[in-house]
């Protein structure tokens, strides 16, 4: 629970009704979050290990700015970023509930059809931007339902989490409902339809008070200073790793792309 005296906050995982077994399975959010700092940690040294990569240049120990250049030897390993998405966005989706049902289910639509491309040819399509790449070539990118708009609204789907763990972890005062709101005004918001945004505003109210959603996503016998601890060390992984992808997505000229 939130004390105003800076004392611990300690919630135990009684509140959370998740087992041993969940835990293991995953399907403990906290263990999430530790696993989504596995995919990220192996994502990047995928990254910056491939062929072709310049250490002095590309090196995702610190955000890219806005406007670097993106060469084709840019890398986004499709299994582990999958996995990511699976595990960090799906998972704290349900933890907030029906307010993200809608986001949910793109998200889960978006990350199928991704693997139905990865599983085409599973050796080329073992990096997403050769999906991108192809998809351009053809003209085909910016219609219909294409691997590329996926890999992109789930890129966007991953500024979401992270900005609203961010959030949560910097601002103890702040309610649940501020987080996400803030979040999806900075991250979502800009590229949805004002339909989807006034869909939202409503769902809004449905969202767990902030005590109840830390109680979901603490670990076993887990303290707030260590799932705090936790939600830094992925916001400093992840981030960089995020600006990566959207300097690949801008080089294509296709960060800017709206939902239809």
Same mark, same amino acid.
């Given at each position: 629970m939130e004390n105003n005296n800076n004392k611990e906050i300690i919630i135990t995982k009684s509140s959370c009704g998740c087992g041993d077994d969940d835990e293991e399975k995953g399907y403990c959010c906290s263990s999430e979050i530790r696993s989504a700092i596995e995919r990220v940690?192996?994502?990047v040294k995928a990254v910056n290990s491939k062929p072709g990569h310049d250490d002095d240049t590309d090196e995702l120990a610190v955000p890219l700015p806005p406007n670097s250049p993106v060469h084709h030897h840019h890398y986004i390993p499709t299994k582990p970023f999958l996995s990511l998405c699976n595990i960090l966005v799906l998972q704290v989706l349900d933890k907030i509930g029906p307010t993200m049902a809608v986001l949910r289910q793109d998200v889960h639509q978006n990350i199928?059809? +991704?693997e139905k491309v990865h599983e085409c040819d599973p050796t080329l399509y073992a990096n997403v931007v050769e999906m991108?790449?192809?998809e351009v070539t053809q003209g085909l990118a910016r219609k219909g339902p294409s691997s590329t708009k996926a890999f992109?609204? +789930?890129t966007r789907s991953l500024d979401f989490t992270v900005t609203l763990l961010e959030k949560l972890s910097s601002d103890e005062m702040m309610s649940m409902e501020q987080a996400v709101e803030e979040a999806y005004n900075i991250t +979502?918001?800009?590229w949805?339809?004002?339909i989807s945004s006034a869909a939202f505003k409503v769902a809004l109210k449905l969202v767990p008070d902030r005590e109840y959603f830390i109680s979901l996503i603490l670990a076993k016998d887990e303290n707030y200073?260590?799932?705090k601890e936790e939600m830094h060390t992925l916001i400093l992984l992840l981030t960089p790793l995020l600006a990566h992808i959207h300097s690949i997505l801008r080089f294509y000229g296709l960060d800017r792309l709206r939902a239809t």
């Amino acid at each position: 629970m939130e004390n105003n005296n800076n004392k611990e906050i300690i919630i135990t995982k009684s509140s959370c009704g998740c087992g041993d077994d969940d835990e293991e399975k995953g399907y403990c959010c906290s263990s999430e979050i530790r696993s989504a700092i596995e995919r990220v940690s192996m994502m990047v040294k995928a990254v910056n290990s491939k062929p072709g990569h310049d250490d002095d240049t590309d090196e995702l120990a610190v955000p890219l700015p806005p406007n670097s250049p993106v060469h084709h030897h840019h890398y986004i390993p499709t299994k582990p970023f999958l996995s990511l998405c699976n595990i960090l966005v799906l998972q704290v989706l349900d933890k907030i509930g029906p307010t993200m049902a809608v986001l949910r289910q793109d998200v889960h639509q978006n990350i199928q059809r +991704l693997e139905k491309v990865h599983e085409c040819d599973p050796t080329l399509y073992a990096n997403v931007v050769e999906m991108v790449k192809k998809e351009v070539t053809q003209g085909l990118a910016r219609k219909g339902p294409s691997s590329t708009k996926a890999f992109l609204w +789930l890129t966007r789907s991953l500024d979401f989490t992270v900005t609203l763990l961010e959030k949560l972890s910097s601002d103890e005062m702040m309610s649940m409902e501020q987080a996400v709101e803030e979040a999806y005004n900075i991250t +979502l918001k800009p590229w949805h339809r004002w339909i989807s945004s006034a869909a939202f505003k409503v769902a809004l109210k449905l969202v767990p008070d902030r005590e109840y959603f830390i109680s979901l996503i603490l670990a076993k016998d887990e303290n707030y200073a260590t799932l705090k601890e936790e939600m830094h060390t992925l916001i400093l992984l992840l981030t960089p790793l995020l600006a990566h992808i959207h300097s690949i997505l801008r080089f294509y000229g296709l960060d800017r792309l709206r939902a239809t």
